[in-house]
């Protein structure tokens, strides 16, 4: 078993779940106070992050373990909660790029990041092109039509 605290929340930004839509979307996270600005040190050089979340308002109960529609959409094809992102997942993590737009003392702005307000955040990771993959990616097409409208 593993205890994982928060190092910051997201503030500001949407506050309500929906699934599209997200790269209008500008937000705070606020380092949590047992962090001095001294640990964003040099991340304002990056112009990018990783964010990994807590999907906080998932039920527990709705946590799915198999296969589904995404999105429920029969359209689709019925694959595995680890064929998707979908944020009902077993531990509900959530990771995510966005862009850095600034850091003032123990707030990070940022752009693009699709966790809502009071989001706890686990961990801010610096971008680095050397993390994409090394060679050509490819997904299915619904996972192409999935993401249309997502930023």
């Known amino acids: 078993m593993y205890e ?35 640990a964003l040190l040099g991340l304002s050089a990056f112009s ?10 998932v039920d527990p109960a709705r946590v799915e373990t198999g296969a589904r529609h995404p999105r429920g959409n029969t359209a689709w094809p019925r694959v ?15 990771v995510s790029r ?19 307000d009071g989001t706890p955040v686990l961990d801010i990771k610096p971008y680095m092109n050397e993390f994409a993959p090394q060679e050509p990616a490819h997904q299915p097409a619904w996972a192409t039509e999935l993401m249309a409208g997502y930023w």
């Open 4 to 38: 994982l605290e928060p190092v910051a929340r997201v503030v500001g930004g949407r506050d309500e779940v929906r699934d599209d839509d997200w790269g209008a979307e500008r937000a705070v996270l606020l380092l949590d106070e047992r962090f001095s600005p001294d």
């Open 48 to 57: 990018h992050l990783e964010i990994v979340y807590l999907f906080d308002r």
């Open 80 to 94: 595995g909660i680890f064929a998707q992102r979908a944020k009902d997942r077993p531990n509900r993590l959530g």
């Open 98 to 116: 966005c862009r850095l737009l600034g850091v003032s003392g123990r707030e990070i702005a940022v752009a693009g990041l699709d966790a809502v």
